[in-house]
């Protein structure tokens, strides 16, 4: 429902002044009354080995057990990327006694940068590339990056603007064929979302997406989707549904786990299709896991769905962030900056006298 509000029925004419935020901003609307505490960020003494190593991911384990000792818990979350992982899963399975309190994650910013990989992979000699090109979304340098995911944030951006740009499309031509009852339930919806546009926030929106109307027109937006429109057509919409899937973004941004656990199974065939091996492997494991969690870790699943699963950073709404992009925008930035580790020796005795700063100063 939301989706169609987001992009179509609040949409602007075309050449008309923007008057409803985008997607981004408009979610922050929806939920400024629902700001969360800001979470507490503490930084643990670092392991100076490689973190792919069975060993190291041994010892984290075994750190992890003697911190739910420490603080009398029944189970404790480690979420961590699709390498780290596959050699968890590998220890727990060898280990099921010894590491059956501890509940593995795979890190949602890692889901989400592979997801945009395969959006790219699929529809880069589509024409995507040009459309960025030529629309100015992206220049020749920051194109593959883009296409890649690897540019996270200019990923993101450049799909919700072609996805509403083709949404916006859709909805003239739905406009066109549309049919006495449906042209009727448009003019019935003028006021409330009149109201919206004035005032978006909860409240309004309630008002719009209750309506009858609006649900006449909604069923009748999405059977419109579904109509045949040749392979080319088919091939586009399909673009719209795997854009659609990023709101496995807005799962995390409001600590949604039913729509994060929806997103990731909807993702799991395309990472099949286009050869993500390890995702498609662990993915499938991960998404079956935390379907368990209310037989095998009830207070973890608890917790999952009170929204824990997400981290608070600002006072913001719709700006919690996934564990792994967390630790990416705190430990990971400030060991690579001044003051760091990197660049600070090539001396083995160095570099281990740098992480004890480092932690000592971090903790």
């Known amino acids: 429902m939301l989706q169609s509000i987001d992009s179509k029925l609040l949409g602007r004419p075309l050449g008309s002044p923007q008057t409803v935020p985008a997607w981004s901003g408009f979610n922050a609307l929806l939920h400024k009354d629902t700001v969360p505490s800001q979470s507490t960020i503490g930084y643990l003494p670092v392991i100076n080995a490689s973190p792919t190593k069975l060993s190291t991911v041994h010892a984290v384990l075994k750190q992890c057990i003697a911190k739910a000792d420490r603080l009398k818990q029944d189970s404790v979350v480690l979420t961590v990327d699709q390498a780290i992982y596959a050699k968890a899963k590998e220890i727990v399975w060898k280990n099921p006694a010894e590491f059956q309190r501890i509940v593995l994650r795979m890190g949602a910013f890692h889901i989400c940068a592979t997801f945009l990989a395969v959006i790219g992979k699929r529809f880069e000699d589509g024409g995507l590339k040009d459309l960025l090109l030529e629309s100015g979304l992206a220049g020749s340098g920051s194109l593959n990056g883009i296409i890649s995911g690897k540019h996270y944030n200019r990923s993101i ?207």
């Open 157 to 363: 951006r450049a799909h919700k603007i072609v996805y509403e740009a083709f949404q916006r499309l859709q909805w003239r031509a739905f406009e066109t064929s549309a049919s006495g009852e449906v042209r009727s339930a448009i003019r019935n919806l003028k006021t409330v979302v009149e109201l919206v546009r004035a005032d978006v926030s909860a409240s309004t929106v309630c008002l719009l997406i209750e309506a009858e109307d609006f649900h006449v027109l909604h069923e009748a937006y999405q059977r419109f989707n579904v109509s045949d429109r040749g392979p080319l057509g088919t091939f586009w919409r399909s673009y719209c549904q795997m854009v659609g899937l990023l709101q496995f973004v807005r799962s995390t941004r409001i600590a949604n786990w039913s729509l994060h656990l929806e997103c990731i199974k909807d993702m799991i065939p395309w990472m099949y299709s286009y050869d993500r091996v390890n995702y498609s492997r662990y993915l499938s494991v991960y998404w079956r896991d935390m379907l368990a969690l209310p037989e095998t870790h009830p207070d973890a699943h608890e917790l999952m769905k009170s929204g824990e699963f997400a981290v608070q950073r600002s006072d913001s709404s719709f700006a919690q962030v996934s564990v792994d992009m967390a630790i990416e925008q705190s430990i990971n930035r400030d060991t690579k900056t001044k003051g760091g580790i990197i660049g600070c020796s090539l001396k083995p005795g160095a570099v281990d006298d740098g992480w004890s700063r480092l932690t000592i100063a971090l903790l």
